[in-house]
């Protein structure tokens, strides 16, 4: 996974080079200029996304947690460095729920029971990003002739509709990490995996038997995701190009779907550009605009990754320093 993220990376990297030479950069740097400082409400606006994960998260952690060690506030920053560590470490988005469990255990909540509200906080993201992209792409039929372009996107969604269906009839039928732990015995002589894959299906069955709270986390989600159409929207009225929210809709969801289909590419490097680009144009944006776009959304996930990213390393030395003493 280190080494593909490191290849996503690049491909990536190549894609922006790409994109920005075929841009005018200096009217894109003018378009972001013109936004000034009222940009900035891009990075207090994002902990509501946050907030609506954590909601959803916490509720899936219940169960687990009856003392109630780890609070919505502990999940809410929690929430926050698995962000953080997605959008900005080259781990393949997939570092952040690693790290996630990793951060659970700190408040005794045992790594089995998180591990499988991650796994299925992640499925669940997938089928929620499935029916938001579905969104988008009927939206973008209402545009008639310059959606005809665009066919190979609506073929290639329909077809990868089965995708989180059957990932879902896995986890709750197929004890998927049995399986997998049989296969790798014999490679790698993991014996000793057998009974925490054994715990690991079993809890992720008990968590897909909860549904009240798979709703709730889902519905939370999707919501998140509608609100982060609001950057689309408030960024293009600041640079001087006010768009309908259906086509800041439009635009998101493309983004996050082009982004979790390239999920080796960190950060989305260039595959958000790139999305921008290509689907502003058939929202009559311009190049520039697309990128401005993205830049401003690239300025806040820094901007909330960094000091989450800080926060943690600096809890991890104290507690290594802690355990160094003792």
């Known amino acids: 996974m280190k080494i593909a993220g490191y290849l996503g990376a690049l491909l990536g990297l190549i894609l922006l080079v790409v994109l920005a030479l075929r841009t005018d950069l200096p009217a894109m740097l003018a378009s972001l200029e013109a936004g000034g400082w009222q940009i900035l409400w891009l990075i207090p606006y994002r902990g509501l996304y946050f907030l609506l994960y954590a909601i959803g998260w916490w509720t899936m952690l219940q169960p687990y947690d009856l003392g109630q060690r780890a609070g919505l506030g502990y999940v809410f920053w929690v929430t926050s460095v698995r962000e953080g560590i997605d959008r900005l470490l080259p781990v393949a988005s997939v570092g952040g729920g690693v790290a996630g469990v990793r951060l659970m255990r700190w408040r005794g909540l045992a790594g089995t029971a998180v591990s499988a509200t991650v796994i299925l906080?992640?499925?669940?993201?997938?089928?929620?990003?499935?029916?938001?992209?579905?969104?988008?792409?009927?939206?973008?039929?209402?545009?008639?002739?310059?959606?005809?372009?665009?066919?190979?996107?609506?073929?290639?969604?329909?077809?990868?509709?089965?995708?989180?269906?059957?990932?879902?009839?896995?986890?709750?039928?197929?004890?998927?990490?049995?399986?997998?732990?049989?296969?790798?015995?014999?490679?790698?002589?993991?014996?000793?995996?057998?009974?925490?894959?054994?715990?690991?299906?079993?809890?992720?069955?008990?968590?897909?038997?909860?549904?009240?709270?798979?709703?709730?986390?889902?519905?939370?989600?999707?919501?998140?995701?509608?609100?982060?159409?609001?950057?689309?929207?408030?960024?293009?009225?600041?640079?001087?190009?006010?768009?309908?929210?259906?086509?800041?809709?439009?635009?998101?969801?493309?983004?996050?779907?082009?982004?979790?289909?390239?999920?080796?590419?960190?950060?989305?490097?260039?595959?958000?550009?790139?999305?921008?680009?290509?689907?502003?144009h058939a929202l009559g944006i311009d190049s520039e605009l697309a990128l401005a776009v993205s830049m401003a959304k690239r300025l806040r996930e820094v901007a909330c990754g960094v000091p989450a990213l800080l926060s943690w390393q600096w809890l991890e030395a104290r507690r290594l320093h802690a355990e160094v003493r003792g």
């Open 121 to 280: 906080e992640i499925v669940l993201t997938l089928i929620v990003s499935y029916a938001f992209t579905a969104l988008g792409l009927i939206l973008l039929l209402t545009l008639g002739s310059g959606a005809e372009q665009f066919r190979r996107v609506f073929l290639a969604f329909g077809l990868s509709l089965p995708v989180p269906v059957l990932t879902l009839l896995l986890l709750r039928y197929g004890a998927i990490f049995q399986k997998l732990q049989r296969f790798l015995s014999p490679l790698v002589g993991a014996h000793a995996l057998s009974e925490g894959a054994s715990s690991l299906d079993r809890e992720l069955r008990e968590c897909l038997g909860r549904w009240r709270a798979l709703v709730t986390a889902g519905v939370l989600q999707f919501a998140a995701l509608l609100m982060g159409s609001f950057e689309v929207w408030f960024a293009l009225r600041l640079f001087g190009h006010p768009i309908d929210a259906d086509k800041a809709i439009i635009l998101e969801s493309m983004t996050q779907a082009m982004r979790h289909l390239a999920f080796v590419v960190p950060g989305g490097l260039g595959v958000q550009e790139a999305t921008l680009v290509l689907f502003g």
